[in-house]
């Protein structure tokens, strides 16, 4: 099927910041493909005119009171981090 | 104290067989039972779990203890905070004894997708117990734990409820706070009980729900539950059963043990009638569609920078992100992620996710017009007796296809039950009761009325 090839999966793993393997981009394409396939039952409903139900009760602009609450400390905010300096999260570099 | 020591015992007896736990706390446990204990010697406001055990799923954030959501990315991960659902727990005098298995990320319907390997049925031990929640639905099946905490986006409380034969519930959106839940897609999810009986279910769930100013999508019921008064009584109910929930795609035998609790409804009181719901058809597909897309956003954040696992490579921030992820997440994840970015992508976004969404409000309108005529909406929970380990989990279509009965209710945001309702081949069935917003008080007299009448939770699961 055209519109998952595997240079669309490769392309789409890219955009999602995923690493393949060459075998996991042959299988993803073929599983896929036949998802998306069945995904096509959705062509035949009639949705004219119909509002998309992002959320279904019906909620709009919740507000919190602006109050200050106590909250992690620089330590136990970085706790979990694999890899820091000097009360920074170290990640790498941008541009290379 | 003695009851957290006896649930240990049993864990150490029959947890190397089912591997429903991934991480248990013995020790951290026994030391909240102690306190529990003098909290009830000092005569202090006493809790409605006092000292009872609970197990929780691994995507629900307990402080200072490892939660990994069953993934290699979060290994080692231990939330600085723990979840309000796990708050309230804690306040009402329950202990934590550990984190359970699922499928990761909450992506699966059979527990096979963990990292750290599957969780057996305890019916029968080369079955899966059904996911996501399995772990957590084997944890209290094999008599290790009363209650557990489970979450369900497409199914994943009531599937694994009704492959163990346990009750378990999906409530309304909203119900349930959701900080400190691990997300995967936060349109569809709750979190909610799963216990041996009905009246342990509403306890747990009267317990944990309510609004929380941490969640901005909860909401206060206007009609609290109460477990005390849910009582088994089913005179003068009404009952829709849809046509497209009970036929093709559906093993006859678990049709069979449906139709037998409908006349036992009958028999008690209630009246059923078929109906049709045309816009069910396109559930499965508009579900995953939503679900993906919601997971492919949601699960950005796994970047090996703040917490988690982080790939030792070199290069740019791109190429060691996509490294972190690519050795960091397994396979249905990948495919899920995948698919999500593909729905949302320019080009498609109308075609797939919008459209999906579409459908989804056509499903609920379709879903809300039936509780108009009727109190519940009644079907099987699962198309099938529990598969055996293996089986699907090569066809992941084959696996979507599972979660047919379930889905609706998470696309409707309406609150649904699985109960024991017989068995196939000594295979668990269960029976899917949905009911109208807010009214969990409606489904559960539904389920224990059934309960009351089969006295399922009297049989001992046979393989453990």
């Known amino acids: ?96 | 104290m003695e009851v957290v020591e006896a649930c240990f015992a049993r864990v150490e007896e029959v947890d190397g067989a089912v591997s429903a736990f991934l991480r248990t706390f013995k020790e951290r446990a026994l030391k909240e039972a102690v306190s529990v204990d003098e909290r009830v010697k000092r005569g202090g406001k006493l809790g409605r779990l006092m000292g009872v055990p609970v197990a929780v799923k691994d995507n629900i954030c307990v402080k200072g203890v490892e939660v990994t959501c069953a993934s290699r990315i979060l290994r080692g991960y231990r939330p600085p905070y723990s979840a309000t659902v796990i708050e309230r727990l804690v306040e009402e005098g329950a202990v934590v004894v550990g984190m359970t298995n699922m499928d990761e990320f909450a992506m699966g319907s059979s527990t096979e997708n963990s990292a750290f390997g599957p969780t057996r049925n305890p019916w029968s031990l080369d079955r899966v117990p059904g996911g996501s929640s399995g772990g957590s639905a084997a944890a209290v099946a094999a008599r290790m734990v009363p209650l557990a905490l489970g979450t369900d986006t497409g199914g994943s409380i009531r599937c694994p409820a009704s492959f163990c034969s346990v009750v378990g519930v999906k409530p309304t959106y909203g119900l349930v706070s959701r900080y400190g839940l691990i997300a995967y897609a936060c349109s569809l999810e709750q979190i909610g009980p799963l216990a041996r009986t009905v009246k342990d279910a509403a306890l747990m769930l009267e317990a944990i729900a309510g609004r929380d100013p941490l969640d901005s999508t909860t909401v206060s019921s206007p009609k609290p539950l109460k477990a005390s008064d849910v009582v088994g009584d089913v005179r003068g109910l009404k009952m829709a059963v849809p046509r497209e929930l009970m036929g093709e795609g559906s093993d006859e035998r678990v049709l069979n043990e449906v139709w037998r609790a409908l006349k036992l409804y009958e028999e008690l009181g209630a009246s059923y009638e078929e109906v049709s719901m045309p816009s069910l058809k396109y559930a499965l597909a508009a579900y995953y569609i939503i679900a993906m897309s919601e997971a492919s956003s949601n699960l950005a954040r796994y970047d090996g920078l703040r917490y988690g696992h982080a790939a030792r490579a070199r290069g740019s921030w791109s190429e060691a992100y996509a490294k972190t992820r690519g050795e960091g997440f397994g396979e249905e994840v990948k495919r899920r992620i995948i698919l999500g970015t593909f729905a949302l992508s320019a080009g498609y976004y109308r075609r797939y996710y919008l459209r999906a969404l579409k459908v989804r409000a056509l499903i609920r309108n379709e879903v809300l017009s039936l509780f108009k005529r009727f109190d519940v909406v009644v079907s099987p929970t699962m198309p099938t007796p529990p598969f055996k380990i293996g089986e699907k989990v090569r066809d992941p279509l084959a696996m979507y296809m599972m979660d047919v009965d379930t889905v609706t209710a998470n696309l409707a945001g309406v609150p649904a039950v699985s109960v024991p309702c017989g068995f196939v081949d000594g295979l668990p069935v269960g029976l899917q009761i949905m009911a109208p917003y807010f009214r969990e008080d409606l489904a559960l007299r539904v389920a224990m009325a059934l309960e009351d009448e089969l006295k399922l939770y009297l049989k001992e699961p046979s393989a453990v």
């Open chain 1, 1 to 96: 099927m055209a519109e998952l090839s595997e240079e669309r999966v490769r392309h789409l793993a890219w955009l999602a910041r995923l690493d393949l393997s060459d075998e996991e981009v042959a299988r993803f394409t073929r599983q896929l493909a036949e998802v998306l396939d069945y995904f096509k039952v959705l062509d035949e409903a009639d949705v004219e005119g119909v509002e998309p139900a992002f959320h279904v009760l019906g909620l709009s602009n919740v507000m919190g009171e602006d109050e200050p609450r106590p909250t992690l400390s620089q330590e136990e905010a970085l706790a979990n981090a694999p890899a820091k300096e000097g009360g920074y999260v170290k990640a790498p570099a941008m541009v290379v």
